[in-house]
Nanobody, 120 residues
Framework: QVQLVESGGGLVQAGGSLRLSCAASGSIFSINFMGWYRQTPGKQRDLVAVINSGGTTNYADSVKGRFTISRDNAKNTVYLQMNSLKPEDTAGYYC??????????????WGQGTLVTVSS
């Protein structure tokens, strides 16, 4: 029905920047929210940032002032600009969305994840 595909992960030195992208495709009528979560081995998946259809954003305290989430509604794409990266930002980053399909079902798909590694 609805697929989320992330891109933009990689290896960066501490203090550097990366930009993640997540594109939604499929039977989309509207997108309520899109966000980013991250997870390290053995830990739970935690919210990084989320943006709703009206542009309201919410960030984890650990990334406030360093990360910026934005969305392009015309492209059904959300971005995560990550600046001043720290080794503790190293994780798998997962896109997540709340989507109303053309059949009026409500689904909350996840992307496959993209790895971000920050070296010290």
């Amino acid at each position: 029905q609805v697929q989320l595909v992330e891109s933009g992960g990689g290896l960066v030195q501490a203090g550097g920047s990366l930009r993640l992208s997540c594109a939604a495709s499929g039977s989309i009528f509207s997108i309520n929210f899109m966000g980013w979560y991250r997870q390290t081995p053995g830990k739970q998946r935690d919210l990084v940032a989320v943006i709703n259809s009206g542009g309201t954003t919410n960030y984890a305290d650990s990334v406030k002032g360093r990360f910026t989430i934005s969305r392009d509604n015309a492209k059904n794409t959300v971005y995560l600009q990550m600046n001043s990266l720290k080794p503790e930002d190293t994780a798998g980053y997962y896109c997540h969305g709340g989507v109303r399909t053309i059949n009026r079902d409500y689904v909350e798909p996840w992307g496959q994840g993209t790895l971000v590694t920050v070296s010290s």
